[in-house]
């Protein structure tokens, strides 16, 4: 609405030198035509015999009211042109906001990468469609209006709001960091993630925007080559010390 009205301000300011010539002349001739009535209500109050006075200020008041009624018809038609030109405008603006948004959403759903966006009260305004699924949701839709508490376990919600708080109040801003999810499922899910400030175009953090990718299959490999060389090293460490033992016994027999 403030759109709107801030659009047509300026329309109205951008008019013609025509129109607003036809305005100021509108309004002239309706302050005249007032004029006469008010001189015509004090002639004939104080001089009700002069029949003279009374038929010129009523020619004159016609004459007025007359051109006034022609110059503001006109004014109002000219108006009227250019506030159509206005709202042509703004349906083609929101035609083209509208084809970028859906094209931002088509693009966003098909990068591998989970994207989610939240305001300064930590509330979902969006995301992606992979984000979406992870929390259980069937569409980006689904999520407008949630916070964490209303997608995750109270322990999980409180850690993501701790790191959405420190990004907000520019403490910080978390690149590649990784940490555990579980899903509504329960399965777990590892992910890579970054959290910065969402701002304004005046520069203005008004929220924070979230990326993550899932690293499962990348941890869980890295965890179980891990948990194997553990294994290697104990058994490297158990076949070394049964050498030495044999070793030990071996010098013993032969002295």
Known sequence: ERQILASVGEELYDLPAGVKVSLFITFLLVLAHRLVDIGDEIIWREQPLLPWAYETSRTLRMCFRNAAYGMFFASTLFAIRSLRRVIRQLEKNREHAASTSRMLQAVLDTIPVRAFWKNRDLRYLGGNLLFALDAGKLAPEDLVGLNDYDLVSAEEARRYRSDDLAVIKGEEVKRNYEQEHRRPDGSILW??????????????????????????????????LTRYQEQLEELVHERSTALRRSEERYARAAS
């Open 191 to 224: 992910q890579r993630a970054s959290k910065i400030p969402l701002r304004d175009a005046h520069g203005e953090i008004v929220g924070v925007l979230g990326m993550y990718e899932d690293i499962t299959a990348e941890k869980l490999s890295r965890i179980e």
